[in-house]
């Protein structure tokens, strides 16, 4: 039995725009990312429901940031779990040309794209 009545259904929901909120707190996390305030972007990222609850795009950026923080504080595993958040969002993700030649985070983003592979 086909169901037809349900074929031009889209695949999924169409986005919300994110909250003002979550673009304040977005906001927060590049200007801590900038200052060098890496634990301060790891815990904000972390802790906030609406980054978590955000649009696609605002989740990326937040994650991205988080893995940055982690490469460069050293928690190389937490960095690479990270990124795989980011690939699960988007399997077509791609760092930015001068982001995926750092030494730090470009080699752990490529370990975790080709798990994402798998």
């Known amino acids: 039995m086909v169901l037809a009545g349900c074929a031009g259904l889209p695949a999924s929901a169409p986005e919300h725009p994110p909250t003002p909120e979550a673009l304040e707190q977005l906001q927060r996390v590049r200007d801590q990312y900038s200052a060098g305030q890496y634990g301060e972007v790891i815990r904000g990222v972390a802790r906030s429901d609406e980054l978590a609850a955000s649009s696609k795009a605002v989740r990326i950026e937040a994650y991205k940031l988080q893995a940055f923080s982690y490469c460069v504080s050293r928690y190389t595993q937490l960095c690479e779990d990270s990124f795989s958040r980011i690939l699960q969002i988007d399997p077509a993700f ?19 794209k080709s798990q994402a592979a798998k």
Not at 94 to 112: D, I, K, M, S, T
């Open 94 to 112: 791609e760092l930015a040309p001068n982001e995926a030649g750092h030494p730090v985070w470009g080699p752990v983003f490529q370990r975790a």
